[in-house]
């Protein structure tokens, strides 16, 4: 992404205020990223989980781990 690395009057998006943005909505839950993950693995399964994510990235957007 090509973004400028200092705020300025006439570009106002740097990376920086982009994640600032990107937080401030999914702390306010005006961002849903739950429909990211797509498979949950137990830590057990933390081989399968990486080697997944590598080799069949077109269905797997993501993946996390079940701790509990």
Known sequence: MNT???????????RA?????????LKAGRMRVSDLNTHVFAPSECQNAYQKLL??????????????
């Not at 400028?4 to 740097?14: K, L, M, Q, R």
């Not at 205020?17 to 909505?25: D, E, K």
């Open 17 to 25: 205020n982009m994640i600032s943005l990107f937080f401030q909505y």
């Open 55 to 68: 080799n069949d990235r077109s269905s797997t957007m993501g993946c996390h781990f079940q701790w509990l």
């Open 4 to 14: 400028p690395p200092e705020d300025t009057p006439w570009s106002h998006w740097t």
